[in-house]
């Protein structure tokens, strides 16, 4: 079955470090790949996706490349900020019309520090 | 706009006994999924409901069931909880287009403890 792994937490940065969130995955064929971030008493929400591989999905600073050879897709930030505090989710969604059920990693908390 | 709404936000039951949570999906969403969150793991899909129907099922026994209403909006039922079944119930609506994925917006949430 369909399956995403990602680095354990929790990971505490200070403020304007580079940021690394490692996520790989297993599934058949070219499923869909997002990052969701959630925030202290707040829902999902969703950061940056990509669709297909060599895609590179950006938001808010925030960029990750799907990689079909490595299965991976990578979280990055040159910079983060107290602000980026949060839980970051990798997900996928399967290939094929209609499949829109989401298999998330356990997440990985990150704390930035001023 | 309001986004995704869910109530109610706290819930505390005991085992054995039913819990009926709520979900009105954002304006213009027809598609309503459910997820479980259990504390310190990632949501895992509970099923997902489109045209009043169940078209996707995770990995959840039939004490999980659920109805979507014409107005879109959604219940999720369970019934003979138990303590493993304490966890934060996400909801998230979407648009369904056949042949690709679209963006599925979350609710914050209900929190339901069993004791």
């Known amino acids: 079955g369909n399956s995403v792994t990602q680095m354990e937490g929790p990971v505490t940065l200070s403020e304007e470090a580079f940021l690394t969130i490692n996520c790989t995955y297993t599934?058949?064929?070219?499923?869909?790949l997002f990052w969701y971030v959630q925030y202290p008493g707040e829902g999902l929400q969703l950061l940056l996706k990509?669709?297909?591989?060599?895609d590179k999905g950006s938001n808010k600073g925030f960029e990750a490349t799907y990689r079909k050879e490595t299965t991976s897709f990578h979280l990055e930030k040159g910079s983060v900020q107290v602000s980026d505090s949060a839980v970051y989710f990798c997900?996928?969604?399967?290939?094929?019309?209609?499949?829109?059920?989401?298999?998330f990693g356990k997440g990985t908390k990150l704390s930035v520090i001023p | 706009d309001a986004g995704v709404t869910q109530s109610p936000t706290h819930l505390i039951k005991t085992r054995g006994q039913q819990v009926t949570l709520r979900c009105s999906p954002k304006?213009?969403?027809?598609?309503v999924s459910w997820y479980q969150q259990a504390l310190g793991q990632g949501p895992q899909f509970i099923f997902q409901?489109?045209?009043?129907?169940?078209?996707q099922r995770g990995n959840f026994p039939d004490r999980f069931s659920g109805h979507q209403f014409p107005n879109y909006s959604s219940e999720l039922n369970v019934n003979a909880l138990l303590l493993g079944d304490s966890a934060l119930y996400l909801c998230?609506?979407?648009?369904?287009?056949?042949?690709?994925?679209?963006?599925?917006?979350f609710g914050p949430g209900t929190r339901l403890t069993v004791l």
């Open positions: 990509a669709t297909k591989a060599d």
């Open positions: 304006s213009g969403h027809d598609t």
């Open positions: 599934a058949t064929g070219y499923p869909s």
């Open positions: 997900a996928l969604s399967p290939s094929g019309a209609g499949s829109y059920q989401l298999t």
């Open positions: 998230a609506s979407s648009i369904r287009l056949a042949g690709d994925y679209n963006e599925q917006f």
């Open positions: 409901y489109y045209e009043e129907e169940e078209r």
